[in-house]
Every structure is written in C-alpha cells, then in structure tokens.
C-alpha cells in the first residue's frame, strides 16, 4: 500500500453521524467564487466553534470586488491558502484547482472537505477530496435545474453523487437526491443564505450608503443582474435583454459582473440611458439596494432567493430554476431572455400571494455545525 493509500484509508463508507459523541476535526473548506464566500461566512462561523477550519481559496475569482470585499466585510477568516487558479476555460480551471487542491489536502491531511454551491471550485474540491477517500460535505445540495447544459448542473449532479453529508437547503432538494438514489447522509438544515440575510440586513442598513451615493429613492428603480453564460455568451440574447431593459423606461441600477462586461463590449451592445451601470457591489450594499428595489430582474440564483426573503418580486431571465419554491409562490417568474416576456414581466408582474416558508428557519449553519459535532469518520 502507498503512502498516499495509507493516509487515507478510511473509507467513505465509514462516515456517520453518531448521537452522543463530539468529535473534533480538522475541516478543509474549498471556496473560490463571490456567492460561496457569502455562503461559508455563517457556517465559518458556526463550525469554528467546534472544529479546526482550514479554508482554500481556489482564485477563480480574484478583483477585490468579487473577493476580498466579501471577506472583510463578512469576518470570513483569511484563506491559509490561496491557488490563484484565476479564469479559464472549464476543463483547464477545473484541472488547475484540481491539481493543487489536491496537493494541499496531502499536506494538511484533513478529516473532510467542505464545498459549497455549483461552481467550478465546488467540483473540483470534491473531486480532489473523493479521489483520496476524505469524506466530502456539501452545502446547498441536490438542487437541480434538470438542464444539463448548464455548467452548474454538471457541477453539482457530480459533486452530489460524489458527497458523503449532504445539507440540502429545501425538501425539494432532498426529493432531487432522492430520485437519484441518494438518500444516505442526506439532512434538511434550510438555507444558509436566509441565515446570511438575517444576520446582515439590520448592519448593512447601519453601514451601508449606498442609497445615499447612488441618490436612489426607495421603490423607485430597478436592481439588474446578469452573468449566467447562457445569457452572456449569446448576442441575441444579451441584446434583447438590454433592449427589454431600455425600453422599460425605468430607472435600473445594474452592478454589473466581469463575465458581462467583457461580452458587452464584445459585441457593442447599446446600454440604454436610463440604465446606470456600476461596479460590483459589497454584500452589505447588494442587500440594501435588493431591499430598497422595486423589482430584482436578475439570472442568479443567489439573488432570486434573495428578493424573496426581502419581499421583493422577482423577474429571472432564464427557461428554468432550481429554486422553484419562488416560482411556485408567484413571487418569481421566469421570463428567458424574450424580450417581450421581460418587458412584460417589469411592467405588469406582481406577486398575489402571500410567501410561505420553504428555507428553513434562518439557523442553517447551526443545524450544519450541530451535525458535524457527530461526526464519526
Ligand atoms: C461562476 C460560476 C457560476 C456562479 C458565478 C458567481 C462556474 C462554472 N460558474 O461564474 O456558477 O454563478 O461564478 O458569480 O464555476 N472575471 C474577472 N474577475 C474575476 C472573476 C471573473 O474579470 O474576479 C471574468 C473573467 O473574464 C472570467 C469571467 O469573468 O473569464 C468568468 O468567470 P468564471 O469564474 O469563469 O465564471 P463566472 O461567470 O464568474
Ligand atoms: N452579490 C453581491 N454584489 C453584487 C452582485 C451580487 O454581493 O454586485 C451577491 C448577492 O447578494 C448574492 C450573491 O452575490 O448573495 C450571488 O452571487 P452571483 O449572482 O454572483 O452567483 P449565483 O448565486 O448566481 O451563483
């Protein structure tokens, strides 16, 4: 046997939650993209009460506005590593935080790898850990678009089935494994970004300004968000967005992603004059400006979830979502990238019922980190 195969012979098999027993471990939690820093910052929290934390920073994002922002405004604790990985193509990014994330859990030799969400960063730190039989546990599990195109749904189709504790955020995703198969190490602990909401809103309206320096009245414009590649990466489609845009009249605040920028200038698209677009925002600011909008018209997934737990309507520019509980309720609607559907949707959508409770009860983290206590690898 190899050195390698005896370090790590525990196998996968051997993961359980135990009742009665705190176990103490060293956690290594593989980060990398703007939303999965949203998301560790209450688990982070809560996990550090209990275990040893080592976070890895994979780089795929890397302005200070998509990264470093995020870790100071939030305490997320400094990266012990940073992979500076940086941008990509799918199989090359992929492969860069492969090798390297591989290299550090030989080095720090950890009792499990912690991966959030769908990205690029979630893959390949699941799959650095599973080829090494660590025990992986993912956060925001068995969502599912159910469109396979979607880099996010391979991501997270094989990072779930690759997953020994699975946190699902709602019982449609615990219904998604299911159907798959998974039911072992599967737990209903709600959603972290509810906890991340609760815990923010009240100190961004303390610190945040940026109502004040945007000179925005509440309820009188427009929060936009575009980067989802299925939009981007299609100039008919980016074009009858911002021509759906344009043509609302109103007024539209729009910080705007890098993946965007680059194809706005690629293809020359005409940005209305109605429409201001800014940099990326820090989450304190982001949480205000989605509170005090009229409507949110976005793609993102965190920021669909986001207006409705800040009561705002929802416009989503895409065919499908995973989170079909906001649909469900009739406070999202998806709209593609059709522009009379969009345009439609800004003027006259307006949700008729009343919200229900689907993501839990605000404590995620807790749940998670009470879990891991138990831990038995
Ligand atoms: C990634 C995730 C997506 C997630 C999004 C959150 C994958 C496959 N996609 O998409 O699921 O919703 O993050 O924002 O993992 N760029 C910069 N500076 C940065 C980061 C990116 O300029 O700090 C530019 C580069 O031109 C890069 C492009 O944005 O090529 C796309 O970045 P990348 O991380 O590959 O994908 P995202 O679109 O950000
Ligand atoms: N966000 C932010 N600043 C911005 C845009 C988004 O802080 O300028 C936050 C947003 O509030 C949400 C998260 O980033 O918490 C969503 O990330 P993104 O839309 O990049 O990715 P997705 O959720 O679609 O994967």
Redesign the pocket.
Known sequence: MSEIDKQFKKSRNQVNVTHGKVMKMKILTVI????QFIKAAPVSREIRKQHKEIIVHTG????E???SIFFDELDIPKPDYNLNV???N?GN?TGNMLIKIEEVILNEKPDAVLVY???????AGALAASKLLIPVIHVEAGLRSFNKAM??EQ?RVLTDHISDLLFCPTETAVKNLKNEGIEKGVYNVGDVMFDSILYNIEIAKEKSNILDRLNLASKEFILVTI???EN?NYKDKLTNIFNALKDSGEKVILPL???T??FLADYGIDVGENIEIIEPVGYLDMIMLESAAKKIVTD???VQKEAYFLDVPCVTMRRETEWVETVKDGWNILVDSDYEKILDAINNFEPKTKKSNYFGDGKASEHIAELLKNLEV
Do not use: I
């Open positions: 990398g993209a703007r939303p795929q994002h890397y302005d506005n998509m990264s940086g941008s990509g799918h990014q969400g769908d990205t690029n960063s979630t893959l880099p996010e991501n980067h989802r590649a981007t992603h890098p993946r920028k680059k993102s997934g965190g």
